[in-house]
């Protein structure tokens, strides 16, 4: 067990409406994900951070923005939620000088 | 750029089978790769992973993996498969730091399912 929340863990919302994802995590590691799971597309990265107010585009960023004021909170923003967007999200984290990461249990986003 | 490609999205077998998972990635510089697994509703567990060393990484649960770099690939076995083993499983790569500049970006392989049959 990494010490990684996810919230919420299930929501539906309006296309046109703001939505918010956090991730959580309890053990300072420095460096912070946001995927998306997809059919047929495995997993790919939004947005990372590689420690506080230090983060960058990953390959899927569009329509995505993210914030990290504190080590140990990662968020993730859909200014305008569009239908594009349901998936389901998954935060992960990786400490320096190691090479695997690991994973929150994952949000899902419905858009109507 | 890295990318990984799993080669077929389902894989089914007999209980007690061997369990062979397909993974090519493709590098510019040396890689590091992984196997993840992931039970419905849950997230990525991770199973296994290669970084230097020795080309034959044992993992969790049985499985194993083994490194070719002339055949760029990273395939994920197991002997007898059971049940429990039914899952989604994805290969990642992501790139030797050249600088620290790759922040341990993970490229996924788009999943293969396995069913296991009684």
């Known amino acids: 067990d990494a010490g990684i929340t996810q919230s919420p863990r299930h929501k539906v919302t309006e296309t046109g409406t703001p939505v918010t994802l956090r991730c959580h995590q309890t053990?300072?590691?420095?460096?912070m994900y946001w995927y998306r799971q997809d059919p047929g597309h495995g997993l790919r990265l939004i947005h990372y951070s590689y420690g506080v107010k230090d983060t960058d585009k990953g390959e899927v960023s569009d329509g995505y923005s993210v914030s990290r004021s504190k080590t140990e909170d990662f968020l993730l923003t859909l200014e305008s939620a569009t239908s594009s967007q349901t998936s389901v999200y998954f935060c992960?984290?990786?400490?320096?000088?190691?090479?695997?990461?690991?994973f929150g249990p994952g949000t899902r986003l419905t858009v109507t | 750029a890295q990318s990984v490609t799993q080669l077929g999205s389902h894989v089914s077998v007999s209980e007690g089978a061997l369990v062979l998972l397909r993974c090519n990635y493709s590098s510019s510089v040396p890689p590091y790769l992984f196997w993840y697994v992931q039970y419905p509703n849950q997230g990525l567990q991770l199973l296994l992973k290669y970084t230097t060393g020795a080309t034959l990484v044992k993992g969790i649960n049985g499985f194993e993996a083994e490194f070719k770099k002339s055949e760029t690939s990273f395939h994920l076995t197991k002997p007898s498969a059971h049940m429990s083993d039914a899952a989604e499983y994805f290969c990642a790569v992501s790139l030797a730091n050249a600088g620290g500049t790759s922040y341990g970006k993970l490229t996924f392989g788009q999943g293969t399912i396995l069913t296991v049959h009684p």
């Open positions: 053990e300072n590691h420095r460096y």
């Open positions: 992960a984290i990786k400490s320096a000088g190691h090479y695997e990461q690991y």
